[in-house]
């Protein structure tokens, strides 16, 4: 009902079909037929605008019990804001990389202590948890200016952090695979934590904005890389150079 209410300034036709739902004593099948038109209208592109560089950008970004959900926005001259996407989603940052970087956008939070800990242009303090310093570090990316909003007015980004209230939780992403063997058994050893590794690599890669064809064509570059990428080859002529420890005093 937030969103219906929060998106009724907009689409005038969902005044129309929230009314019924309100009014005592009106029929169940018929406020049932109404809610459906207004959750179709919630999920069409009545809500939704092409993206445009020279307008202003807003995300707006909210975290439940269940999920977080964010949405990105343009700002009219006439008040009135569209949204571009709407995923719900752990990371905004990822989803909407290419649309934010190098681009002066506004963050909306219905969370005030985030205010202090991103809005601060003194740097991050050492007494926030190690969390918080990694997404700070993250957002630094990116030119930004937070703002407070009331929950009521956070639009479908409240819906969306809670759409998973009904869903199944799934198990945690592995994020090492687990071999029983012997202790002896060197090669399944290696084996495994190759496997792992390369499991590891692949989920980082998949949720960052990093592309696999960059990173291979950067570490083609690196001549301690490729020294690396040939290890297998020939191990006793390589190692010495990785056997090394110095300290800088």
Not at 18 to 41: E, M, T, Y
Not at 206 to 218: C, F, G, Q, R, Y
Request: hydrophobic residues 35%.
């Amino acid at each position: 009902m937030g969103s219906i209410n929060y998106y009724g300034r907009f689409v005038n036709e969902m005044h129309k079909l929230r009314g019924p739902l309100d009014k005592f004593g009106s029929g169940a099948v018929n406020k049932k037929k109404h809610f459906k038109v207004l959750k179709k209208i919630l999920n069409s592109e009545l809500l939704l605008t092409h993206f445009d560089p020279s307008l202003p950008i807003v995300v707006t970004a909210d975290a439940s019990n269940y999920g977080v959900g964010a949405i990105i926005s343009h700002k009219f001259s006439n008040g009135n804001e569209k949204v571009i996407e709407r995923p719900c989603l752990s990371v905004c940052s990822a989803k909407f990389h290419k649309l934010l970087y190098g681009r002066s956008f506004i963050l909306r939070t219905d969370h005030k202590p985030l205010l202090a800990i991103f809005g601060s242009k003194k740097g991050i303090k050492k007494c926030f948890q190690h969390p918080l310093q990694r997404w700070a570090l993250l957002l630094a990316n990116y030119n930004f200016k937070i703002e407070f909003v009331k929950t009521d007015k956070m639009g479908l980004a409240d819906t969306l952090s809670r759409l998973m209230q009904d869903k199944d939780q799934q198990e945690d992403k592995v994020i090492a695979l687990v071999q029983k063997s012997d202790c002896s058994d060197y090669v399944s050893d290696q084996t495994a934590s190759e496997e792992s590794l390369k499991y590891v690599l692949n989920v980082l890669i998949e949720e960052s904005s990093l592309d696999a064809e960059v990173i291979k064509s950067e570490t083609n570059k690196d001549s301690e890389l490729l020294l690396i990428k040939s290890w297998p080859k020939n191990q006793q002529t390589k190692r010495s150079n990785f056997g090394r420890i110095v300290v800088k005093t």
